[in-house]
């Protein structure tokens, strides 16, 4: 299950890349 939650971790953050910062508020959250 912890290499699950890594892998969407990466794949998440990778995602994230092509969005700007700020643009979801609970990312302020962690």
Do not use: I, R
């Not at 299950?1 to 962690?30: I, N, R, S």
């Amino acid at each position: 299950m912890l290499a699950q939650a890594e892998t969407f971790d990466k794949v998440y953050q990778e995602k994230m890349v092509h969005f700007p910062p700020g643009l979801f508020p609970w990312e302020q959250v962690f």
